[in-house]
């Protein structure tokens, strides 16, 4: 599990000054190459490049990389907790020390742009655009097909983290789709500083091209660990790109067939699924990062805050559970009913104790972080064609897809035979928020599926109040330090 780790080094010193507005940059000092000069070295050495990507991938772990030292800023992963919150499947049950309780759970900073979280998802997400739009321009610029193949591969790689990264800004910072509404502001060079704000239809246009380019890019790439960005990889954040329009389903089919079926990744099976989710290697992933003692993490991390079996928050005081209603939800046949503890009055009551875990299974044991991060697995190209194909009236195609996946759970699937319609949709809909539960997806489902929360018992908060997927306090605010330091950007969306 552990002979690849990410490259925590970077080769040239042009990286991870990135954010949004001018005064997160620093002009680079005169005794190191320019933007010039290591674009016309890696020209003929690859090797040049391939350590700033490396550098992109460890800060998507990266603690602080949201630009603060707080204990939930630590990386994608940390605001795949936020959007599990804000989707009210993951209930804040116990809070002892109150990371998430203010700001996430009771809706403070996003309801309040003077809030620290949302600058941190903001920096993180534009921090990685800046430090892609780096190596792009180095390998040529957004148009430019590079004439060495590992350059080709290392440009569709920083198109697709490009990519990924607006989207999850789309998603935070945008209540809805709106093709028209101008949202963000578009940065796909490293020149640009401040700008304004742009359509949906631009950021998606970018995010599209992007993709498009990495896919044909990424062909042949065989990567040597699944931490990198790969064709597969690129197309599965096409489909989540297009399911979010609404409009794209034909084409969210097609891409997420050819995941399932030319890449050899397969279903987690029963055994699997409470196995712990620790595991790069484990078949059904598809994108994640092979965590090792040298990456530096311990209880400022994923693990940290959701872990029992980590020297964590989650052991000392600090419970995540799923939603009381979204288990009492899952059959009490369904293998996946087994991933979280049974409610009998304990502070471990609806835990993921058997969903993630560190393999010695001591309470508040791991201490230095060697369980890996997912960021992708093949049960979302599953559910997204089942998604799609329904939306579609492609009611065979959602059926059969959707029982291929309960399979792995159930040990009858003869019901969704009879589903068809809204019925059909609202099924696959519920087992998208149950088989992803803790991975940071049901809110994109949300939002895809213009749901509405309400939240069960176990919350400490807003118990029982409808929230629609397009209320204000499920989005977040633009950070009043981009109000201040960015001449064109005086209004929130």
């Known amino acids: 599990m552990k002979s690849i780790h990410v490259k925590l080094a970077i080769a040239i010193p042009l990286m991870l000054l990135v954010g949004c507005g001018k005064d997160y940059l620093e002009e680079t000092p005169s005794e190191f190459l320019t933007q010039e000069q290591v674009g016309e070295a890696a020209s003929v050495n690859p090797a040049v490049i391939e350590g700033t990507i490396s550098g992109i991938y460890s800060t ?9 030292t707080g204990h939930d800023d630590f990386g994608h992963k940390g605001y795949d ?8 499947d993951m209930a804040l049950s116990v809070s002892t020390y109150g990371w998430y309780r203010a700001d996430i759970t009771e809706f403070q900073a996003t309801t309040d742009y003077t809030r620290t979280r949302n600058y941190i998802v903001w920096r993180y997400y534009y921090r990685i655009v800046r430090s892609a739009n780096l190596v792009i321009d180095a390998l040529g610029g ?20 490009r990519a990924h990264s607006y989207f999850y800004l789309t998603q935070y910072f945008a209540n809805s789709y709106d093709p028209s509404a101008e949202i963000l502001p578009l940065y796909d060079d490293p020149a640009d500083l401040n700008g304004p704000k742009v359509t949906t239809s631009e950021i998606y246009a970018l995010m599209e091209k992007d993709l498009d380019d990495a896919i044909s890019l990424l ?3 065989a990567r040597g660990s699944k931490s990198q960005v790969d064709k597969s990889v690129a197309q599965g954040i096409l489909a989540y790109v297009l399911a979010s329009k609404g409009d794209s389903h034909q084409e969210v089919m097609n891409l997420t067939e050819e995941v399932i079926n030319n890449y050899g990744y397969t279903l987690m099976s029963a055994e699997e699924i409470t196995g712990g989710f620790n595991n790069l290697n484990t078949p059904g992933w598809m994108w994640g990062v092979d965590l090792t003692v040298d990456s530096g993490l311990d209880l400022v991390s994923w693990w940290g805050q959701m872990d029992l079996f980590t020297y964590s928050y989650a052991w000392a005081g600090d419970a995540k559970a799923i939603d009381i209603d979204l288990y009492n939800a899952i059959p009490a046949n369904d293998a996946l009913k087994a991933q979280f503890s049974e409610p ?31 960021y992708m697995r093949v049960a979302e190209m599953y559910l997204l064609h089942a998604e799609a194909a329904a939306k579609a009236g492609n009611t065979s195609a959602a059926q059969t897809m959707l029982k291929a996946l309960l399979n792995e759970r159930l040990p009858s699937t003869a019901y969704v035979d009879g589903l068809s319609g809204q019925a059909l949709l609202d099924e696959i809909y519920l087992q998208t ?10 809110y994109l489902s949300l939002k895809r599926n213009q749901g509405t929360v309400v939240r069960g018992a176990n919350h400490l908060s807003n118990v029982g109040v409808p929230i629609s997927y397009d209320d204000e306090r499920l989005t977040f605010e633009i950070p009043i330090s981009e ?6 950007i005086s209004t929130q969306n």
């Open 60 to 68: 998507m772990f990266e603690v602080g990389s949201g630009g603060t």
């Open 483 to 488: 109000i201040q330091n960015n001449p064109f």
């Open 433 to 442: 928020r149950i088989e992803l539960w803790g991975e940071g997806k049901s």
């Open 81 to 88: 907790i936020y959007s599990d919150f804000l989707s009210g």
């Open 142 to 161: 957004n148009d430019f097909v590079p004439e060495l193949e590992e350059n080709k591969y290392l440009m569709g790689q920083a198109k697709a983290i």
């Open 219 to 221: 062909d042949g790439f």
């Open 344 to 374: 009998v009055g304990a502070y471990e009551d609806l835990m993921p104790l058997n969903k993630f875990y560190d393999p010695n299974r001591v309470i508040g044991g791991q201490a230095n972080i060697t369980t890996d991060y997912i």
